[in-house]
């Protein structure tokens, strides 16, 4: 009976780090997800199988990251973010390339992407560098906070890979956006990120990624190459009309038009198959997770958790943001997946291990739901 008693109550102490309100919603996420998804991947079951190992494998992490008290996450953060930039440089120097880019590095059978861990240890390192400063920062912790967001980001560039690095910046940006950065900074960033965006375009990106962003002016110009996936993602979206085709009757997806349609567009596919009402349904989901989990933030324990909770909310809100642009043809396309919707192990695990801590580094007080 005392075994019995002690084993639940263990058990009791482990999900009372969880946020149930917030637990919830993302179930439902997932559920839509994996209801698009053995769509979009022409009922395949091996694939879902291996997504339903993904979601158990991310579900333990969310868990096991609600456990990490927020002192012993700002201890580790230096560490983690050192790791995280010795693997990204490991992965230049003899990463696995697949699909012209160097993005991967292989231990035996498991392949994973050391980016994704950037998303966590940046605004980590970031948040644990502001814990020890008086805010609002000065200029001086804005320029070391900067170039550390600006080290991983060139080398994730390096790869290449901007729609990475992208969400590896704003994760970083918002934690010093959070700690309060004067307004005449804050202009002087966006000045210069404005100024600097010529110099990136004509020396520093690719031809094909150059192409991308002339496609999004024109799609029509190249409808078989560059401007294919746009032009098939926004006539799936279109054609779904307000009600949808009904699930698993998306013409588009199932007719094999629509590229990538389990990972980055499978926000097409959810679009015409469950229609403007669903997109809303579906969006609403999503707005309400950011919100809940700024929320959240507001209840950290210390400095560190609060600046942390608000980069990854807001974070979560870029990822969405960017994904459902590009498919609907008002963004380039970088190669970012739909949150918890898309295919993607490596993905699923940074978002939950996320979601993990920031439930995890609330305070506990009464009165709150």
Do not use: C
């Not at 946020?19 to 179930?27: K, N, R």
């Not at 996420?29 to 769509?39: A, I, K, P």
Request: avoid cysteine.
């Amino acid at each position: 009976m005392d075994r019995s008693v002690g084993f639940f109550g263990s058990i009791f102490r482990l999900l009372s780090r969880i946020d149930l309100i917030m637990f919830v919603v993302l179930l439902i996420l997932l559920t839509l997800g994996g209801l698009t998804l053995y769509s979009a991947s022409g009922e395949n079951m091996h694939m879902m199988t291996r997504h339903a190992i993904h979601l158990g494998l991310s579900a333990s992490i969310m868990l096991f990251a609600s456990q990490l008290p927020s002192s012993f996450l700002n201890r580790m953060s230096v560490w983690i973010y050192a790791i995280g930039i010795m693997l990204l440089i490991l992965v230049i120097i003899q990463g696995t390339i697949g699909k012209g880019a160097q993005r991967w590095l292989e231990v035996g059978s498991l392949r994973f992407q050391p980016s994704e861990v950037m998303k966590l240890a940046v605004p980590m390192m970031v948040a644990s560098y502001f814990s020890h400063k008086t805010l609002p920062p000065r200029f001086r912790d804005i320029f070391v906070a900067m170039i550390l967001v600006l080290i991983p980001m060139l080398l994730i560039v390096k790869q290449p890979d901007l729609g990475t690095a992208l969400l590896v910046g704003s994760a970083g940006f918002f934690v010093i956006y959070f700690a309060g950065i004067a307004w005449k900074w804050l202009i002087t960033v966006l000045v210069t990120a404005v100024g600097a965006a010529p110099l990136l375009f004509f020396y520093g990106m690719h031809d094909y990624q150059r192409q991308r962003i002339l496609t999004l002016l024109d799609p029509t110009s190249d409808r078989l190459g560059s401007g294919y996936h746009i032009i098939q993602s926004t006539i799936a979206i279109g054609s779904g009309g307000v009600y949808g085709k009904g699930w698993l009757n998306g013409d588009q997806s199932r007719l094999d038009f629509l590229p990538e349609r389990h990972t980055d567009f499978i926000f097409a596919v959810f679009g015409e198959e469950f229609g403007l009402l669903g997109n809303i349904l579906l969006l609403s989901i999503y707005v309400f997770i950011i919100w809940r989990g700024l929320y959240l933030a507001t209840k950290g324990q210390d400095t560190f958790a609060r600046l942390l909770g608000g980069s990854l909310s807001l974070t979560f809100f870029v990822y969405l943001f960017v994904n459902t642009g590009m498919v609907s043809g008002i963004l380039p396309v970088v190669g970012v997946p739909l949150p918890l919707v898309s295919y993607g192990g490596t993905s699923m695990v940074t978002l939950m291990a996320a979601f993990g801590l920031l439930m995890g580094m609330r305070k506990r007080k009464k009165g709150y739901v």
